[in-house]
């Protein structure tokens, strides 16, 4: 079996949203939604990783942002043959590049940045 290798081709914040009017406390609750699909002609691996914030008290988000990656493969001919650790690699590839764009976007806002903690995201 061959060595399966990746490497992330490009990324971009496709959509920001930022509703001041739905922020009515420091008290965050934070939510991530991935998903991913396979270009099985050109070996890419598409993940929409989706973030939203909201103040623990209402119920709309005040910060939603929709990213996109884009992995290439080596060696993938179809979505079987991508190991399992790639999902969340991929994600905490990732991460870091939303992290620092909610606090810069936030920071930017003229509002107290909204600074993401380190997190293990393996769960997602």
């Not at 070996?43 to 990656?69: G, V, Y």
């Amino acid at each position: 079996m061959n060595k399966v290798a990746f490497s992330l081709e490009r990324h971009i914040f496709r959509k920001v949203n930022i509703d001041l009017d739905n922020k009515s406390s420091q008290n965050l609750q934070i939510a991530f939604n991935p998903s991913g699909e396979f270009e099985v002609e050109k070996s890419l691996f598409n993940l929409k990783f989706d973030f939203e914030a909201k103040s623990d008290d209402t119920k709309n988000p005040f910060i939603n942002i929709e990213f996109k990656a884009v992995f290439k493969f080596e060696n993938v001919k179809n979505i079987e043959e991508i190991p399992p650790y790639f999902y969340r690699n991929a994600i905490a590839i990732v991460f870091p590049y939303v992290r620092a764009f909610v606090s810069t976007v936030t920071l930017q806002a003229n509002i107290p940045p909204v600074v993401l903690p380190t997190m293990n995201l393996s769960p997602l």
